[in-house]
């Protein structure tokens, strides 16, 4: 069983498992491993849309707190980021021709967002109801779903 741990190369690993679903079917539209190969590329398609998953070591101290104690814990209460992923239109999504390129993308996004997220973890009390944190998360949330529906049509799983 692969690992869901990488220190970086995420957008080669999406790719790589998107490709092995790929292959896996085309010979088997319902091939159990295939499917879960296309949940392997979609796990790290969507680890890069954490600010936190595009950062070097040494920027990890806030890690946990946006991840688990803000995006898991408002998931469905609070901000409620699950509607966010339920209103988002069904028919649009990005088309996928190469997962890691896409990846990359998806990386350079959320990376782009990190120091402002930090910093308002780091500096107001109140940095869960900042109006620009909860719309970067919605935005990266979004993001994330829009690519992994293109890689649902990239391996032909659809």
Known sequence: MPTHYSWGGAGSKAKDYANQAKVLLSEDPEDPEGYEKLSWAMHFMSDVANPWHT???WAQGNHVTYEQDYVLDEMVDGHNFKQVLVDSPSYWWYRVTDPEASASNLAALSSGYFYYVDDKINHDSDW?????VVEYTKDVLEEALHYNM???????AY
Do not use: A, E, F, I
């Open 128 to 132: 869960k109801n900042d109006s620009t």
């Open 150 to 156: 293109g890689l649902v049509k990239y391996v032909g």
């Open 55 to 57: 950062q070097q070591l």
